[in-house]
């Protein structure tokens, strides 16, 4: 095993597609999480000595970021344990690391030694897949939320969203601007129509001359531009988003979106939201 990782350059096949639950893929860097540079090891929590930092050619698990929490699963080995059974790693958590490294926080899951985790090795990929359909869920809802005030623009000039967190116990989206309560129940309703409806959610790589025609929103200051084409989630025209999350197929998927909270501090209201 490598005491220190190498530089990898992993392909985020969630990205494009974000319907596989397994993929298999290999090995090419693999590290004690201890031996990673300090600013990498403060990325993972709860760490045990023997867990290790993996790194593939391709992952099917979504890095923690953008509002999002990353996947877990497992990734099955080639080589036998001991007993001849497959060795398992379970997937503890993805952050992305200096230098744009995808790290796998990895544990194994039985007795097969960790040093069978070597670059070369083949593995099958399994992402958790009743957790990956909550955080879509969550996170689709969001920028339908988003939608339904935008909806309301009329009522609301110069508000605008400056940043979302999609995860099940803590969501919400942040708008730059006051959005009073008496505008509760007017958002709620139009979350509830953009359900009801069973709107496709598209998600595409559009070029900057593309985001006006999509009304792709673009928060001020969002510095994820890219040249070759900005990764976007859609709902049937109405707009969207740049977005690094993965989504559910339609807003019908999201079942019942409810309104939490509504808070305006220094500026800002947060409106927080739940999914059934």
Do not use: W
Not at 77 to 102: N, Y
Not at 149 to 178: I, M, N
Request: with cysteine; glycine share 12%; net charge negative.
């Amino acid at each position: 095993m490598s005491e220190k990782m190498a530089a990898v350059h992993t392909v985020p096949v969630y990205e494009s597609l974000g319907h596989l639950r397994c993929h298999g893929t290999k090995i090419m860097a693999a590290s004690p999480i201890s031996a990673l540079a300090e600013a990498d090891q403060k990325l993972f929590k709860s760490v045990q000595p023997g867990d290790l930092s993996i790194q593939t050619s391709e992952t099917i698990f979504h890095i923690q970021g953008g509002g999002q929490p990353s996947d877990t699963g497992t990734m099955v080995l080639s080589p036998k344990t001991p007993a001849g059974e497959p060795a398992v790693l379970d997937v503890l958590a993805v952050r992305r690391g200096g230098g744009g490294a995808i790290l796998h926080h990895c544990r194994m899951a039985n007795s097969a030694p960790s040093d069978v985790a070597e670059p070369g090795v083949s593995v099958e990929q399994k992402v958790d897949g009743d957790k990956r359909d909550l955080f879509s869920r969550v996170h689709t809802a969001g920028h339908v939320l988003g939608i339904a005030v935008r909806q309301l623009a009329s009522q609301l000039p110069g508000v605008q969203e400056s940043k979302g967190q999609h995860y099940p116990d803590d969501a919400f989206v942040q708008f730059q601007g006051t959005i009073g309560q008496d505008l509760r129940d007017s958002i709620q309703h139009g979350i509830d129509r953009l359900v009801a409806e069973d709107l496709p959610v598209t998600v595409s790589v559009l070029g900057h001359d593309k985001m006006a025609e999509h009304k792709i929103f673009v928060p001020d200051g969002f510095g994820y531009l890219s040249a070759e084409g900005t990764r976007v989630v859609e709902i049937d025209g109405l707009g969207g988003y740049p977005c690094s999350g993965t989504h559910s197929i339609s807003t019908a998927r999201l079942g019942k979106v409810s309104i939490t909270k509504m808070t305006t501090r220094k500026g800002a209201t947060k409106i927080y939201y739940e999914i059934e």
